[in-house]
């Protein structure tokens, strides 16, 4: 999460919005934004919180879990599988040949490690998912939190775990998860977002 966390700053300085020219920086901290959002020309988040608390990023998370507990049941089903049709394969051996025998169970190890290898690229392809959706996540709340720095007449976001020394009041997480949540419910989805990202359409 930790580089898409660090993307979205860069993500939200280039949203344009007016009026963010005239803003000076001893406005920082004026009460004039809506309630929950200070004015400063710097904002931070947390992204981890964001995605971890929103119910957007949880129906994310929900999904992409339910995808992994459905992997590791038929990882189980094929270990069982194998394990059935290897242990009837030591039964057999009395009646084989011996060249019979090494040659099925060459076979079976050779299918053996091409199941592995399939069911370890699946696993590599869920951890890339949770990745691009994490990103997807943030450039679907972009425009969200493009308005929060609108509103606090902010010129960037940035994220929290970078910031060394900085007030706390100028922390939007939580204003952007409510924000989020009522705006957004909880999204379309992971299939529906990815499938969105992969055609370059806009987000809803």
Do not use: H
């Not at 995605?51 to 507990?69: C, K, L, P, V």
């Amino acid at each position: 999460m930790r580089a898409a966390a660090l993307a979205f700053a860069l993500l939200l300085a280039a949203v344009p919005r007016p009026g963010l020219a005239q803003q000076e920086t001893g406005d920082a901290l004026d009460m004039g934004a809506p309630a929950g959002i200070v004015r400063s020309p710097v904002l931070t988040l947390d992204a981890d919180r964001l995605f971890s608390e929103s119910r957007f990023g949880q129906r994310i998370a929900a999904d992409i879990q339910a995808e992994t507990e459905a992997l590791a049941a038929e990882n189980r089903r094929i270990a069982d599988e194998l394990e059935a049709e290897e242990q009837a394969l030591t039964e057999r051996r009395p009646q084989m040949e011996p060249e019979a025998f090494r040659a099925a169970a060459q076979e079976f190890d050779t299918r053996v490690q091409a199941i592995r290898r399939e069911q370890d690229a699946k696993e590599r392809d869920i951890g890339q998912r949770v990745q691009r959706a994490q990103e997807s996540f943030l450039g679907a709340v972009r425009p969200i939190l493009g308005d929060i720095m609108f509103e606090a007449g902010a010129a960037v976001i940035l994220d929290r775990r970078t910031v060394v020394l900085g007030l706390g009041s100028v922390d939007v997480t939580d204003a952007a998860v409510s924000r989020i949540d009522a705006e957004m419910g909880e999204g379309p989805g992971l299939r529906a977002l990815e499938q969105s990202a992969e055609e370059g359409l806009p987000r809803e």
